[in-house]
């Protein structure tokens, strides 16, 4: 019994020499860890922070005045007189839903970056065996430390790649902010346009009910006959369910505006159109279309995009490359075995000829034409989109044109004209209510014109991007306001 005491003793203490070593660098690593803890959502928070927003909040303000930075000639930001669209534009990129979503989802590429080519962990691995035939030292014990020495340039490989993904995520962030303020732009024309309409047909319906008095009289004086007399009140009837339809549509394009600017639709706001091209609109202005493939590559957010794309497909590939070649995988360590200490180093290399990343370097390669074809590809899109874009510009500035030298000094002259014999007791009812509807439909049709060069305009900015100069500054992204996330 004495024995076998003395012959186990040597055994257990190598067992507790050899375990507590791994056992407290275990624990010590899982202190380090991170914990998990619960985040739940807060929607009724939300929701009062997104009725209570106000385009004079502090980081509104804060993004107006980085901008106005970074203008040698900024615009005044004061949405307490009413907000015109270079004003909600800005508010556009600090409150739209859309731009938040694109924000975070940015985010997960940069911690993506910010973490990339770390080393691998180390591993602790302990061996114990005991012999079976009866013998002094029965226990063999070693434990070892497994590091991965990256030889392989696979690390730095992994960091480019990480930072080119970041770098496009970027790149499509900014297209998208690009995006939502010409949506802003196409929405403001839209509710500009839908508003002068309102006007006309207003004016249309005062100038009608001004003759209407004389109308009556004349039907009951037998002067006009009662067909006539009633063309006046199916016109005012007519003109008074588009002015209906209208105000809806107009209501309909105010809250499209709201939506774009992240505001609620019952927000407190005071809208003011400055005509129906914004002010911000200035990008075409020296650019003809002969001029613009040039700049694509440097300027088109669109194109900017595909190529940061095609980069990150090239550093995928550089990666997938330097993955096929091994890393060394070294294990010191110590043991015990016959009562006597050992000094332990274990070398792996993987040998890369049966499966040497085949796989994934083919995938790769195969993404990266992949990518190079969608240069190709948004590049002629983008080119034919511009010489769309110039056409229905350079039609409606025609119409537009047209209507503004020839058609509506025309159609005025001969309302006035038709006026002027009225007033002198030869009412000609046909030409008179002609001449009205004539002066509406040409009123509108100018409206109309001028709204669909004012689109194409935004659609060339849109194509185009912004300028490189630095009166017309690319702003860097707001932050996501506080307090209002889900």
């Not at 939300?46 to 502090?58: D, Y």
């Not at 804060?62 to 015109?84: E, M």
């Not at 009837?237 to 019952?266: I, K």
């Not at 190079?372 to 044109?401: D, M, N």
């Given at each position: 019994m004495t024995r076998s005491t003395t012959q186990h003793a040597p055994g257990h203490t190598l067992l507790r020499v050899g375990l507590l070593p791994p056992v407290g660098i275990?624990?010590?690593?899982?202190?380090?860890?991170?914990?998990?803890?619960?985040?739940?959502?807060?929607?009724?928070?939300?929701?009062?922070a997104f009725v209570a927003?106000?385009?004079?909040?502090?980081?509104?303000?804060?993004?107006?005045?980085?901008?106005?930075?970074?203008?040698?000639?900024?615009?005044?930001?004061?949405?307490?007189?009413?907000i015109g669209c270079a004003e909600a534009e800005i508010i556009a990129l600090v409150f739209n839903a859309d731009l938040r979503l694109a924000r975070l989802r940015a985010g997960v590429t940069r911690a993506t970056a910010e973490h990339a080519g770390l080393w691998?962990?180390?591993?602790?691995?302990?061996?114990?065996?005991?012999?079976?035939?009866?013998?002094?030292?029965?226990?063999?014990?070693?434990?070892?430390?497994?590091?991965?020495?990256?030889?392989?340039?696979?690390?730095?490989?992994?960091?480019?790649?990480?930072?080119?993904?970041?770098?496009?995520?970027?790149?499509?962030?900014?297209?998208?902010?690009?995006?939502?303020?010409?949506?802003?732009?196409?929405?403001?024309?839209?509710?500009?346009?839908?508003?002068?309409?309102?006007?006309?047909?207003?004016?249309?319906?005062?100038?009608?009910?001004?003759?209407?008095?004389?109308?009556?009289r004349m039907e009951q004086a037998g002067e006009m006959a009662r067909t006539e007399a009633r063309l006046f009140r199916i016109e005012k009837a007519t003109r008074s369910l588009d002015l209906a339809t209208l105000e809806s549509r107009a209501r309909e394009a105010d809250l499209r505006v709201r939506q774009l600017m992240g505001m609620s639709p019952d927000a407190p706001l005071r809208f003011v159109t400055g005509g129906l091209r914004p002010a911000s609109s200035t990008t075409t202005g020296d650019i003809s279309p002969g001029d613009t493939p040039a700049e694509l590559e440097h300027r088109s957010p669109a194109m900017l995009v595909v190529i940061a794309e095609y980069e990150a497909a090239e550093r995928a590939l550089e990666l997938e490359i330097r993955r096929q070649y091994p890393d060394l995988h070294v294990g010191p360590g110590f043991g015990r075995e016959d009562g006597q200490d050992q000094v332990l180093?274990?070398?792996?290399?993987?040998?890369?000829?049966?499966?040497?990343?085949?796989?994934?370097?083919?995938?790769?390669?195969?993404?990266?034409e992949f990518a190079r074809a969608g240069v190709e590809a948004t590049l002629e899109q983008t080119i034919a989109g511009?010489?769309?874009?110039?056409?229905?510009?350079?039609?409606?500035?025609?119409?537009?044109?047209?209507?503004?030298?020839?058609?509506?000094?025309?159609?005025?002259?001969?309302?006035?004209?038709?006026?002027?014999?009225?007033?002198?007791?030869?009412?000609?009812?046909?030409?008179?209510?002609?001449?009205?509807?004539?002066?509406?439909q040409a009123k509108t049709s100018l409206v109309e014109a001028a709204r669909d060069e004012a689109i194409a305009a935004v659609d060339l900015d849109e194509l185009l991007g912004p300028p490189p100069s630095p009166s017309h500054p690319i702003p860097d992204s707001p932050t996501a306001p506080g307090g209002d996330g889900l």
């Amino acid at each position: 019994m004495t024995r076998s005491t003395t012959q186990h003793a040597p055994g257990h203490t190598l067992l507790r020499v050899g375990l507590l070593p791994p056992v407290g660098i275990a624990v010590i690593l899982v202190g380090a860890c991170q914990s998990y803890e619960r985040r739940p959502l807060d929607v009724p928070g939300h929701l009062a922070a997104f009725v209570a927003r106000t385009p004079e909040g502090p980081e509104v303000r804060a993004f107006a005045a980085r901008l106005a930075a970074r203008d040698p000639d900024p615009a005044d930001f004061n949405p307490s007189d009413g907000i015109g669209c270079a004003e909600a534009e800005i508010i556009a990129l600090v409150f739209n839903a859309d731009l938040r979503l694109a924000r975070l989802r940015a985010g997960v590429t940069r911690a993506t970056a910010e973490h990339a080519g770390l080393w691998d962990d180390p591993t602790i691995s302990v061996s114990l065996a005991r012999i079976i035939e009866s013998t002094p030292e029965p226990w063999k014990v070693s434990t070892s430390v497994g590091l991965t020495l990256p030889i392989s340039g696979r690390l730095e490989a992994e960091k480019q790649r990480a930072g080119a993904e970041h770098a496009a995520e970027l790149a499509r962030l900014a297209q998208r902010e690009w995006s939502v303020r010409m949506s802003v732009r196409r929405a403001w024309i839209e509710w500009s346009a839908l508003n002068a309409q309102l006007d006309a047909t207003r004016d249309f319906l005062e100038r009608v009910d001004q003759i209407l008095p004389v109308v009556d009289r004349m039907e009951q004086a037998g002067e006009m006959a009662r067909t006539e007399a009633r063309l006046f009140r199916i016109e005012k009837a007519t003109r008074s369910l588009d002015l209906a339809t209208l105000e809806s549509r107009a209501r309909e394009a105010d809250l499209r505006v709201r939506q774009l600017m992240g505001m609620s639709p019952d927000a407190p706001l005071r809208f003011v159109t400055g005509g129906l091209r914004p002010a911000s609109s200035t990008t075409t202005g020296d650019i003809s279309p002969g001029d613009t493939p040039a700049e694509l590559e440097h300027r088109s957010p669109a194109m900017l995009v595909v190529i940061a794309e095609y980069e990150a497909a090239e550093r995928a590939l550089e990666l997938e490359i330097r993955r096929q070649y091994p890393d060394l995988h070294v294990g010191p360590g110590f043991g015990r075995e016959d009562g006597q200490d050992q000094v332990l180093l274990g070398l792996t290399v993987p040998i890369p000829f049966v499966n040497a990343n085949r796989q994934r370097i083919a995938q790769a390669e195969a993404a990266r034409e992949f990518a190079r074809a969608g240069v190709e590809a948004t590049l002629e899109q983008t080119i034919a989109g511009l010489g769309a874009a110039w056409l229905r510009a350079s039609a409606a500035t025609h119409r537009r044109l047209t209507l503004e030298t020839q058609i509506v000094p025309l159609v005025d002259a001969q309302y006035a004209d038709a006026r002027r014999v009225a007033t002198l007791g030869e009412v000609n009812t046909l030409v008179l209510i002609e001449s009205l509807t004539r002066q509406l439909q040409a009123k509108t049709s100018l409206v109309e014109a001028a709204r669909d060069e004012a689109i194409a305009a935004v659609d060339l900015d849109e194509l185009l991007g912004p300028p490189p100069s630095p009166s017309h500054p690319i702003p860097d992204s707001p932050t996501a306001p506080g307090g209002d996330g889900l």
